[in-house]
């Protein structure tokens, strides 16, 4: 089991920056990949990064791949999204996600693979 609580959503203008991070509890989340996904109103829940239980493999969609960097602490039981240049079509909730039964190495795109979810964060990127 592992419950996830994300922080560091807000309102900011279009080129800046924001860093979200997610607090996980329970003893899978240091054998578990980890994934952020977003959600704006009317469209469906899509990926955004995702990284391997060591941190050692990540994987991006192409629309925020050199701007946002997906990294975890398992020490702290934590996983972060940094996101830079950002853009109104940035404007979603975001969530965070574990994925308990990836393979080590494995970061997967399809939210129907992540076990466990967080509340979300709102992000809204004003033009």
């Known amino acids: 089991q592992v419950q996830l609580v994300e922080s560091g959503g807000g309102l900011v203008q279009a080129g800046g920056s924001l860093r979200l991070s997610c607090a996980a509890s329970g003893r899978a989340f240091s054998t578990s990949a980890m994934g952020w996904f977003r959600q704006a109103p009317g469209k469906e829940r899509e990926f955004v990064a995702a990284i391997s239980w060591s941190g050692g493999f990540t994987n991006y969609a192409d629309s925020v791949k050199g701007r946002f960097t997906i990294s975890r602490d398992n020490a702290k039981n934590t996983v972060d999204l940094q996101m830079n240049s950002l853009k109104p079509e940035d404007t979603a909730v975001y969530h965070c996600?574990?994925?308990?039964?990836?393979?080590?190495?494995?970061?997967?795109?399809?939210?129907?693979?992540?076990?466990?979810w967080g509340q979300g964060t709102q992000v809204t990127v004003s033009s």
């Open positions: 996600a574990a994925d308990a039964t990836a393979h080590w190495l494995q970061t997967r795109r399809t939210p129907t693979a992540y076990d466990y």
